[in-house]
């Protein structure tokens, strides 16, 4: 290898190295190699003389230099940097021409002239005879999306590749003939696979969607989904309420056992005078603990409606019929008479769900409110009552 191209490719490797920008996935410094490679096959296998083999290489490594100064016009821009180079190298001025031409030559759809042209134009395209030729291909796809704004669904990239290896390309040399025309025709052959593929696949897709249409306009899927939410809902509210309720009584009954205990243990000693420093506190405890029982009787205790409604409430879809308190005072003649209207309204029928399920998140917030409410003056009484016996010991000289 010559010293000159030593330099060529310590200087192309260099400048697609650091200058060439990152989505430049296709045309990159793997792609110069790669091309570097087939040229060097098709030189031997061409029989060209050193210089010619020279000129062919440096040809090689600078023809997608000018990517570093963007995609339009890269040829020319690669023409421009290879002669600014090769003249800092005293290269050879005729020899400078013929590197230049054969970077035009990259050209897509240029007619080469001599037989280096047409030697590394086929090297260029040497991919489309590798094994590998559709992951290559991918890589072009990739980068025309990023930096040309042109996007490919799988099916056109697929025709774009087959209409590529028919009609717009074809080996300029017999030795590239032989060496990757089976190649290619095998890549075809797998893209035309493919192609039949996606036609298959996007067939039963559509036959998919229109299955799903039909089943869905069929079987009414909006309103079961309606009454499942409504179903759902309605659990999780009725379960929050046995929760409240509950909590609401374990409340009742502590507070209920303590005052038993007062009643029965403590209040008896308070007619002893020596006692009375326990009278404060005791009244505070017994306060404390009724309060908490009153507040959980509030958050449990039902509330009685009226029971009645009339036909013109019916009509007017003012009553509620899911909700026994307003139809329990009712005759069952007038009550199936309201439920069949409001059966066949399907307007009323789901006004009358959301009516029931926001009446019963009313009644959740009143009971989780007083419960809150309780469980605060349950815990801060008891830590008030606590410090008050042991102030009334300390006072009385007992701690």
């Given amino acids: 290898m010559s010293n000159l191209l030593v330099d060529v490719e310590q200087f192309a490797t260099t400048l697609l190295s650091e200058k060439l920008n990152a989505s430049f996935i296709y045309h990159n410094l793997t792609h110069t190699t790669r091309v570097i490679e087939k040229a060097k096959v098709l030189a031997e296998a061409c029989k060209l003389n050193d210089l010619e083999t020279e000129v062919l290489l440096i040809s090689c490594w600078l023809h997608d230099t000018g990517y570093t100064k963007g995609v339009s016009k890269h040829e020319e821009a690669s023409v421009s940097i290879a002669r600014t180079f090769l003249e800092s190298k005293k290269y050879a001025p005729e020899h400078i021409e013929t590197v230049c031409k054969l970077i035009i030559a990259t050209k897509l759809g240029h007619e080469p002239q001599t037989r280096l042209e047409k030697i590394i134009i086929d090297a260029d395209c040497s991919h489309v005879g590798s094994n590998n030729y559709v992951d290559i291909s991918e890589l072009l796809r990739k980068e025309w999306e990023l930096l040309c704004d042109k996007i490919y669904t799988e099916s056109e990239w697929v025709d774009n590749g087959i209409d590529f290896l028919t009609k717009m390309h074809q080996f300029k040399t017999p030795e590239a003939t032989v060496l990757w025309e089976k190649g290619k025709g095998k890549n075809l052959a797998k893209l035309l696979k493919m192609k039949k593929k996606l036609a298959s696949s996007s067939k039963k897709i559509k036959q998919k969607k229109e299955e799903l249409k039909f089943k869905k306009n069929k079987i009414e899927l909006p309103e079961r989904g309606i009454e499942t939410m409504f179903r759902v809902t309605f659990r999780n509210h009725i379960t929050l309420s046995n929760i409240a309720d509950t909590k609401a009584n374990i409340l ?148």
């Fill in 252 to 399: 009742l009954s502590v507070n209920a056992i303590i005052v038993s205990l007062v009643l029965a243990n403590l209040i008896p000693k308070l007619d002893n005078p020596s006692n009375k420093y326990l009278i404060i506190p005791t009244l505070i405890f017994v306060l404390v603990t009724v309060a908490s029982i009153i507040l959980s009787v509030l958050a449990t205790r039902p509330n009685v409606t009226s029971g009645k409604f009339t036909k013109q409430d019916v009509a007017n879809k003012k009553v509620n019929l899911l909700f026994f308190g307003n139809f329990h005072k009712m005759s069952l003649d007038d009550f199936e008479w309201a439920m069949g209207e409001m059966i066949q309204d399907r307007d009323y029928l789901y006004s009358s769900m959301k009516k029931d399920l926001y009446f019963l998140g009313l009644v959740l917030d009143k009971k989780y409110k007083i419960l809150r409410l309780t469980y605060s003056v349950f815990m801060i009484g008891i830590i008030v009552s606590v410090i008050a016996f042991t102030i009334a010991f300390q006072m009385s000289g007992l701690v």
